[in-house]
């Protein structure tokens, strides 16, 4: 779903888990760039998994509109074999209240 001009970010520029504390804290930059997007898609490149975390209702008016509409689109990158994913949803939640990672995209390797 992402342009492929938009950045993949690496997922401690958003969220810092501390191993001595096992705190997980939001950065002031991640949290502001949480703040402004309209989506936020996490992905694992390597094994070509691709989650929506914000924006899922969104996405789909855009898709059953057939229009395009300027969005702010945030791309991830995760690795599926660590607690990435869960760590940028809990920082979604976080910022926005909510997330839109849903149970069968972890059992299904996401469908974004």
Known sequence: MAMAGEPL???HRFVVHSLETEQVTLTPEG???IADADVI???DP???S???LRGRDELARVKASG???QLIVLRVQVNDDT???ERMAAAVEVVHGKHDLEEND???GGEA
């Open 9 to 11: 970010f690496d997922v």
């Open 50 to 52: 691709k989650y929506v």
């Open 67 to 69: 229009r395009a509409k």
């Open 31 to 33: 949290e502001a760039e």
């Open 106 to 108: 972890l059992e299904e």
């Open 41 to 43: 898609l996490a992905e």
């Open 46 to 48: 390597a094994k070509g």
């Open 83 to 85: 607690d990435d994913l």
